[in-house]
């Protein structure tokens, strides 16, 4: 790394840039629009700083979906099919399947409404599912998507992410970070130490997978802090048709994937989870073949 990477990579980008951002997220923009008032849900009221939004759900009878703004979505779910995962990020995050297909912890950062908890709450039975949320709000309106009571293998956590990777309480085999605002990934995950933290939360073989959303300068930002960190062990993969990248970093002595036996993996994983995980391997191993990686890497 030279010395120019490390004095980038010592900072995230400035605060004002980060300001003078658009909304983002991982559906597109949401033009302006007035939400009719039956259409609305809001959870109890909970104590809340200055200048804190609350959430509220916006149900139209097919999509139900988590909002801070009216021009933000969250997360959303289809009423008729609560289990699945509706955007293209979140099918894309499970590729991690393909290396690790049996976890037996899961960890995630960031509820929302619940897309990723409840996708591998069901279809990785034998697995435990820890995810953590900050926001209370977000919490208290869980019931509105579905997710399931918890029990002795899905809990969730109200905690800071940064602070509960200070002092897991588990190692996990997969770690899936999906923490945004409406700008782009949170800031306060925007250092060296809080990557370090997560690789040191992983057993060995295990796998990271962070939602990298948000303007180029801070995805690039994250993705150098993902690749230091895991000694550039990590695929980055474009989500079409949506505003999100997807990085898969392994905690692992590094070695050039079998990709044969990860795509007779996929076959079997569509088979018993139903997406397109054939899809995934090729253009994981696509990605990966055009990837420019450091040398003695």
């Excluded at 097919?62 to 959303?76: A, G, K, M, N």
């Excluded at 279809?123 to 997710?147: K, M, W």
């Excluded at 062990?233 to 994937?257: K, M, T, Y």
Aim: hydrophobic content about 35%.
């Amino acid at each position: 790394m030279t010395d120019t990477e490390t004095k980038r990579r010592s900072s995230p980008p400035k605060r004002a840039a980060r300001a003078a951002a658009k909304p983002f997220n991982g559906t597109g923009f949401l033009p302006p629009q007035r939400i009719p008032d039956e259409n609305i849900r809001r959870p109890p009221p909970r104590p809340r700083e200055e200048g804190d939004p609350d959430p509220f759900v916006v149900d139209d009878g097919v999509i139900r979906s988590l909002h801070f703004s009216p021009y933000y979505v969250q997360s959303e779910m289809s009423i008729d099919e609560p289990y699945a995962l509706k955007l293209a990020y979140t099918r894309q995050m499970m590729a991690f399947m393909l290396f690790l297909p049996r976890p037996k912890q899961v960890t995630i950062v960031g509820l929302g409404g619940g897309s990723l908890t409840k996708f591998c709450y069901r279809e990785l039975p034998r697995a435990s599912i820890t995810t953590v949320e900050i926001d209370r709000g977000v919490i208290n309106c869980a019931h509105y998507f579905q997710i399931p009571a918890e029990n002795q293998r899905m809990r969730i956590v109200h905690a800071d992410a940064v602070d509960y990777f200070a002092a897991p309480d588990e190692r996990a085999d997969v770690i899936l970070i999906d923490g945004c605002d409406e700008l782009g990934i949170v800031p306060s995950f925007g250092n060296a130490g809080f990557y370090q933290k997560l690789r040191a939360g992983l057993r060995p073989g295990g796998v990271l997978v962070v939602n990298l959303i948000g303007p180029d300068e801070v995805v690039d930002f994250h993705r150098g802090l993902i690749a230091d960190t895991f000694d550039d062990r990590l695929i980055v993969q474009d989500v079409v048709g949506e505003g999100n990248r997807v990085a898969f970093a392994f905690n692992e002595p590094w070695r050039e994937p079998d990709w044969p036996a990860i795509e007779r993996e996929a076959r079997k994983l569509a088979r018993r989870h139903g997406l397109d995980f054939s899809a995934f391997a090729r253009k994981l191993q696509r990605t990966y073949e055009q990837q420019p990686r450091r040398r003695g890497r």
